[in-house]
């Protein structure tokens, strides 16, 4: 699947949005303005103003509107989703090159809440997922115990874990203690036959 730069990165503040509900992680991880700040400064997100209570409640009612999104049965019922989210924000499509960066289409209007921006961003690249006919790649980790989400941009699906290191390496090593459980020790393996015989 072939997408831009500023579709990844929408994406991944999607996916880190998702991540930070209690529903994913097992606490609140959005749970005063410093978190939501820090949330803003790691996604360098730009022309965003002073943060209030009242963006944090926005953005916690947008994060379930996304997780809805997600487990939509049928990409019909996702997409009408989408379609009202998008349309509540009030997308303002433009071109901007600024900070250094190079020309590319920002979705919100200037000034916008925190929450319009996300949704306008983020609700626009998945929509371009969704056209695609990759809504798939947005899925939850396959760890028994993990219920994080994230994207899968492998050309071939083939990504099952949230992160390869963490829950995949942990997952590895089990099935490897596992297999080491029961296998036959080594001189069974080589027959019984022991040194010197």
Partial sequence: MLITHDTECALDALVELLNTSPQACGHEGLADLAALRGFVVRRELSDVGQLTQTDLDAVRRLRQRFWEVLDATSTRDAAELLNAMIARAGTTPRLTDHDGHDWHVHYFAPGAALADRLAAESGIALSMVIVAGERDR????????????????SR??????CDSRTCGNRLHVAAYRARQRTAPPAEAERGGVGVGS
């Fill in 138 to 153: 947005l899925r939850h980790c396959e760890a028994p115990d993990c219920v994080r989400v994230f994207v899968d941009l």
């Fill in 156 to 161: 071939n699906r083939s990504r099952r874990y």
